[in-house]
């Protein structure tokens, strides 16, 4: 069986207004020094804004805007509020107030009565009325002067509704009084009872011990007056509208009443009212009864508060004014009762009558609001996945098959230790279906999902089992900045600072030259430094390094490091022969070297002191000697030249020439 929620109602309801036709109740007064300014939407939306205008009746079109009014957020109406009337804040903001989902399922379920109690209690509440919008004081006429006042009502920013009102400020306005005033005493109370009540929204009882006495108000809320219209027109009122439960015997007591207008004024005092001690042989109405209610039925339970009565009678209404039907068929002796003919989602209004011994039937009792409500959550969801896009995480789950499934919630976290999950969406999605597009940089830890199921009655089901998920990483780490740079022996050494990052795999450096950049360095290196042993020769170069994550992201590169690399590289001799030709030494110098500059020779008579004989540097392989001396010995060596000015010395040849 399902688990339903009771609601009960403890004043009368404002008649239920459909949403699509909007309409505004409008009244001005004048106190003698002001203009009150009241309205009231009767569809009882309460997120419009009005703008207020005033024009003189003489010149209607030279009207000015006098104020734009509409109900604050939360956190103003905290701070304006008196403590006095701080319990309406769980009427006017029950989503900001309510501690748990139960609560908050409780005030859908019951959005237009709370609209109503919303709405009674800003009659009777001047603060209320302002804190809502709904209400204005213009302390800027004069006296003697005609006004009309316009009010046009705004959804959101749109003009739904213009209403007009004349006032002449000239004399203060007076409230009538309510007039024939009775009281009936019973055994368990009086019962009071006026004429003019149709002129208030609310009314305050006062008494007194005496005929001149203080009179005390005696109402804790402001009593209002039920009525009830038969389908003949006429107007059924309740047998009485207050009811003062005295206990002390053989005392009497004086009442007056006075009326609460649209204002939320309070007029004077009616006449006295005498209570009357009459025979009455009616029992006392029997006190409200509760409810326990399921989805089949709803049962009511009572006390018995008079042991002269011998049964009771159960009445029922889809509204609290009536018309009541009795459901009892003989008089329940028992102090329960169950309604099996209800049906989930109709309100129910339920109130009892005891009959004593001689048959008498008493007052009717307080009426009490069953309302059967499903709060049974659907089915939990199942099968839920994901697929990545990038930075979107698209999850999907199958349907849940209620039929009257709402929607879906999805729910994520990034702490498994955190119970409150972020709700992702404010409105369930009515498809099993859902997008999440997060932030391509925030991938360093998992995210997990869940999904809830939601029904029309606003229940929720469990938690799905949750996914985990870890988008890819496509954040690089930070560049890193270079330290040093040195050439040598045709290589060059580079270091850098090293970056601190969570997944930093290493670095790479890339080196580009005539504009074409390729990367140099072999796999990811660990270290901050890197030595390249090939960089081309008599190029402009520029070097770069980045750093690398474990994904293989790359960071942006480091600032350039501008370099060139001379040629150290000495001219290799394949060859160095000599021989003499024709009275001549013939040098022969072979080398495969491409970037041979020329060789310089050498001479020597001992080995020890050679002299240049070449006077310019030889570009031919060989090299002809014409001033020797037959039967003399000679030493020859020669210095082989690049184009970079690197040499190689040859080995020493010794030569005679023959006689």
Known sequence: MKKIILLVLFFCCLGT?????????????????AVHLRWLPADKELGYEYRLYRAPAVTPDERRQIATLGMPSYEEAKAKITKENEFSLKLLYPFETASNRAEVNAYLTQLDNRLNMVLFLSIVKPELASLLGQAYLDTTVKKGEAY??????????NLVLTKKVGLVAKKAEVLSMPWNVKAHLFPWGVG?????????????????????GEYKKINKAPVQVQEAVNPDGTIDTAPYFYTDKISEKNKIYYYKVKGIDFFGDVGPFSDVAIGQVKI??????????????????IT????????????????????????????????????SFRDDTVIVDQNYF??????????????RSLAVLGVPVDVTPPPIVEELQFALNKATVNTHWSEV??????????YRTMDLKNKDWQLLNHDPVPKALYADVLTENLSRYPYYYRITSVDTHHNESAPSTMVKVQLPDVTPPRPP??????????QVALTWKQVHVYDLAGFSVYREVDGQRLKVSQGVLTHPAFVDATPPVDKSIIYTVVAVDDTGNESEPSSTVNLTVRDHVKPQISSFKAGVVNGQVILTVISKDTDLAGFDVFRSHNNRDFLKISHTRIKEPKFADARVKKGKRYFYKVMLWDEAANQTESTVREIRVAK
Request: aromatic letters at 12%; zero cysteines; a negative charge.
């Open 17 to 33: 207004v459909a949403h699509s036709e909007v309409n505004i109740l409008l009244k001005a007064k004048y106190d003698g020094e």
């Open 481 to 490: 900045s270079i330290t040093g740079s040195s050439v040598r022996e045709g």
């Open 192 to 212: 009071l009872k006026w004429q003019g009540y149709e002129a208030f929204p609310g009314f305050h009882v006062y008494r007194a011990d005496s005929y001149s």
């Open 300 to 335: 009511l339970q009572w006390k018995k508060n008079d042991e002269k009565v011998i049964g009771f009678n159960v009445y029922r209404a889809p509204d609290q004014k009536g018309p009541y039907v009795q459901l009892n068929t003989k008089l329940v002796s028992e102090l």
């Open 280 to 297: 009455d042989h009616r029992p006392p109405p029997p006190p409200r009864p509760e409810l326990d209610i399921s989805e089949e039925n």
């Open 148 to 157: 009309i006042y316009t009010l046009e009502t705004y959804n959101e920013g």
């Open 350 to 363: 339920y109130l009892i009558t005891a009959v004593n011994g001689g048959g008498y039937e008493s007052l």
């Open 401 to 410: 098959q209620v039929n009257d499934l709402l929607g879906y919630r999805v």
